[in-house]
């Protein structure tokens, strides 16, 4: 029986976690097909003795089956990193014994205390002690993220928020189903433990990122709900008709107005649950006016609902850009191709040849609901832009990708459903806008695409 569900967020699970231990009490680590060595004791984290203590799970051999593992260990050493024992986090076998081992242990002074690292049987590093010494917390609580990917060969290596191994090119293969057994705070054997407490232990198919890995080590992956720059819910009770807007809830007051403001043939109809519905005909909108603004050089990460059968050529879904009269600066994503309807994300710089552009190669006019995240971080690049619908990476070609002469920043308002300067008008809907001042993580986008879908009908 796994309790991934208990154990894990709804999020990481989208992320890819397949195994996640809490360690929250004895019954819940042989529910999740533990098998306890010793008398470790057991209660929201593990804590071994170095010597007789360990945990054995039995899995179902397709945790490690994929070219693309991250694994992420909590714990607390009870023991410094030149102490003259070999001490194992974790390892993990086949069925015959000492096969497909994904471990990490720490050697003795004879062998220079040095860090290993073992994917699939293979060792990708012997990380020298001078690397990540200091790093290391003795009696602290500490968290090791691996990310490795077994198909260009990189493997990446954080201790508490700082990368100790980077971009390491050593060959591994996946696993291909052989991994059944999975060890915590000893070796596949037991003949080498642990002196320590393990908090939790998580492995993902999926590559986590260095911003991951920086959130696990400061319990921050969740704190961008707090954190957005615009957050129209688009709910009925932020639905103020007396005022002619939609209301902001971030804290910032950055309500969105009905279309013009006076002319109720420019605003957008509000749903029975949430979000807008903008037609095209009557060029509908919602103006934030000159608010939540982004240069070039800075991060930004926009994130909505969106459901559209579209099949006009071009239609601007979000816009702060002065226009081609004004010299285009600015900034924004619309829908391109009658047929097509994909995602186009622009940083105009003085023209429309110059800047950023960048077309995606999902096509989003099916009718459906979909939810569609922006990030840029501000590396003045197309490079430093990721497109991704419904939590999937999108990939995408570059059109443009020249630099900036300068400052992209301008006075033009900020509109939702048309161009800033009235032209492009939606055919569509759009639900829960999000706009940040950072780069999202795959994890947050998760998370807040759950999250979004989730309270669709939440009046």
Known sequence: MSLLTLNSTPAERR?????????????KVLANGGTIS?????????????????????????????PLISIVCEFTPHFAYDVNTQRYLFDSSDSVGGNNRFRVYKM??????VLKIELNGTEIAAIASATYAAYWLQNQRNVLVISGDATNDLTNVWLNGTQILTDDATAWASASNAVVEQDIGTSYDTSLDYDGVIHSFKVFQSLLSEAEAIDYYN????????EALVDL????????????????VSGNGFDATFGDGSTSTTYPTKLAGRGYDFNLANSQYLNLGNVADFDNDEPQSISFLIKTSVATSLSALVSKSQGGGAGYSGWQLYLEGADTALLVFRIYDTSITTGIKVTGDIKINDGLLH????????????????????????????????????????SADLNIGRTTY?????????????????VLTPTQIADMSIEAFASLNQI
């Open 108 to 113: 003795d002074n004879a062998n220079s205390n």
């Open 371 to 410: 939810n569609v995240v922006i990030t840029y971080d501000g590396s003045q690049t197309a490079a430093g832009v990721k497109m991704y619908v419904d939590t999937v990476e999108n990939a995408y070609t570059a059109n443009v990708d020249t630099g900036f002469a300068g400052s992209t920043l301008n």
């Open 219 to 226: 319990n921050s992956t969740y704190n961008y709900r707090n």
């Open 233 to 248: 819910p688009m709910t009925a009770a932020t639905h103020d008709t007396t005022n002619t807007r939609t209301l902001d």
């Open 38 to 66: 010793g008398a470790p004791v057991i209660y929201f984290g593990a804590t071994f003795n170095g010597t007789t203590d360990g945990i054995v799970y039995a899995l179902s051999g397709n945790e490690y089956n994929s």
């Open 422 to 438: 009235g032209s492009l008008p939606l055919d569509g809907e759009i639900y829960n806008y999000k706009q940040f001042s950072t």
């Open 15 to 27: 992320r890819g976690c397949v195994f996640s231990e809490l360690f929250r009490d004895n019954a």
